[in-house]
């Protein structure tokens, strides 16, 4: 019976403790959330956001039990109360200014800062992952996607043209714009793979961290590989479509483009995948095998 | 008891700041809209179509850079304009202007060196600068764009408000500077460019162009075109 009356005091405490915070939270991210769901995670190229934030949420519940212990300290929340000051200061000029990184980063600011400021610097320790997993829902500003989309949307178009050139089709490029046939077809900012990079990017980082491989060698090379994948991806897409434009014609292309291109893109991603982390595994198993023999 | 009591104070101060933060960026989000111009533009009105030596060209049928997209081009910008005039010389300068009532959200003016880009042009030499006209000095970006043969030298600048920007960070402060007094500034980009190899002569005859044009619109619509220019 006391034990019962002491869990109740305990549930009420932890009410008393966790709703001011999740309260003032509410305040700050309802119409931030309300917004994005309504507007940029809407649109095709941003639709990874909502799928990162719920990976993420589901990932702090996971870590959870984990850092139940209180340890807080003094420099812990000295840093904890600066970065909540400083992300405060970030939501309000993104938002009443409309600066979508200043806003949403704040929200992983706040996150942070909590943490710290409640349990201490090894409960930050222990979410790291997620808190810096929710990095990738953060539309990049368009000034930084426009600087990096024109080289990989060039690198595209040069890789796509060359491999067709080689396979003997009548194909040639100006700039990003490829001449097939009697066709003409503008390489698109989408074809560039920037969003499609960062989508594989997070998705594997996130796969890589819920397997947690044991091997540190296999990780790192994974996530490292996975820049050019995509990339590969992205060309075998263009080529796909350039190749349905010039046997099928302009409309059919179009359909190709609509309908289908982004499962090309995705299952070739997958396949290139799990052919490194096969090919991986393998020298992994081979080089174990070559130290036991010489350990013998 | 005073051990438990400390968590719960430190959450209400959290929770606190919070929702004084939450207040204060509503207080500082400008829901009501205050146009800082009230009369309407008709920039087929403004921009003359025939002026000291340049008059329109309706010889060639040159390929034109639109701003954006068709379906962003309607989103973004309540008026274009797009002309090629020639001088009696027989050399050509395009023009084209863009008007959006709304800058301070993504509905601003975008830049050239950007819808080049994603055009397929291969942008460089862009460059702060000013052109003297005859009613001030202007500062202005140069680039040139080009693709395949097509060699374009462009000058342009966008208005925000009443300033003239340049380039990514001026445009974004001055609308920032806007929204702190709690003003939506409208904005209009205004771009030259030509088609040669001969970039500085291309420069020297879009400021030839420009200082005839701004002495040819008449001065109480200039501010359209260039804002309030420090004197």
């Known amino acids: ?15 008393l403790e966790w709703c001011p915070i999740l309260l003032g939270m509410l305040v700050l991210y309802l119409p931030t959330f309300h917004d994005l769901f309504t507007g940029l995670w809407a649109t095709e190229e941003q639709m ?24 807080t300290d003094k420099i812990a929340s000295i840093a904890g109360w600066s970065i909540f000051v400083i992300a405060l200061l970030f939501y309000i000029i993104g938002r009443s200014q409309q600066i979508m990184p200043f806003e949403m980063s704040s929200f992983i600011w706040i996150l942070a800062s909590i943490l710290l400021i409640k349990y201490g610097s090894h409960a930050l320790k222990v979410m ?5 997993f929710m990095l ?40 990003v714009i490829l001449q097939i046939g009697q066709y003409q077809l503008l390489v698109a900012d989408a074809c560039a793979g920037l969003q499609t990079l960062l989508t594989l990017e997070s998705l594997g980082l996130f796969y890589l961290n819920v397997v947690r491989h044991t091997s540190v060698f296999r990780n790192v090379a994974l996530a490292i590989f996975i820049v050019p994948i995509s990339f590969a991806a992205n060309v075998i897409r263009v080529i796909m479509l350039t190749l349905i434009t010039y046997y099928y014609g302009d409309a059919t292309g179009q359909g190709f483009l609509h309908g289908f291109a982004g499962i090309v893109l995705f299952l070739s991603a997958l396949i290139l995948i799990m052919g490194i982390d096969s090919l991986l595994q393998y020298i992994i198993k081979l080089h174990a095998a070559k130290t036991v023999l010489t350990a013998r | ?32 809209q205050i146009d800082i111009r009230q009369d ?40 274009t304009l797009s002309r090629i005039y020639i001088n009696n010389e027989g050399e050509r300068v395009m023009l084209s202007i863009a008007y959006g009532r709304d800058q301070s959200s993504d509905l601003h003016v975008h830049r050239p060196e950007i819808c080049y880009a994603t055009s397929g042009f291969e942008i460089s030499s862009m460059s702060k600068s000013f052109v003297d006209t005859s009613i001030g000095k202007i500062p202005v970006m140069h680039l040139v764009a080009k693709l395949g043969n097509r ?37 209009l980009l205004f771009r030259i460019s030509s088609i040669s190899n001969n970039e500085q002569e291309s420069y020297r005859i879009q400021q030839t162009f420009l200082t005839n044009l701004l002495q040819a619109v008449r001065s109480e619509d200039r501010h359209w075109l260039v804002g309030q220019l420090p004197p």
């Open chain 1, 136 to 175: 990738f829902m953060i539309p990049l500003p368009g000034t930084v996607v426009i600087f990096l989309t024109m080289p990989m949307k060039m690198a595209v178009s040069y890789v796509t043209e060359h491999i067709l050139y080689w396979a003997n089709y009548p194909v040639a490029r100006n700039g």
């Open chain 2, 151 to 187: 060699n374009e030298p462009i000058t342009y600048w966008i208005r925000v408000g009443d300033s003239l920007t340049r380039g990514w960070f001026e445009q974004k402060l001055t609308a920032i500077g806007y929204g702190l007094t709690g003003k939506v500034p409208d904005g």
């Open chain 2, 40 to 79: 309407t533009l008709s920039l087929e009105k403004i921009v003359p179509l025939e002026f000291d030596i340049w008059k329109i060209d309706s010889s060639t049928a040159a390929l034109m850079i639109n701003p954006d997209d068709k379906g962003l081009l309607n989103r973004i910008y309540n008026q």
């Open chain 1, 48 to 71: 990874h956001g909502p799928v990162i934030l719920a990976l993420s949420i589901w990932l702090i519940h996971r870590l959870w039990p984990r850092i139940l212990e209180k340890r």
């Open chain 1, 128 to 132: 790291w992952f997620p808190l810096f």
């Open chain 2, 1 to 32: 008891m005073n051990t438990m009591k400390k968590p719960v104070i430190v959450s209400l101060i959290l929770g606190v700041l919070m929702t004084l933060s939450g207040v204060l960026t509503r207080i500082m989000t400008h829901t009501n």
């Open chain 1, 1 to 15: 019976m006391a034990n019962f009356t002491s869990r109740i005091f305990s549930l009420k405490a932890d009410i």
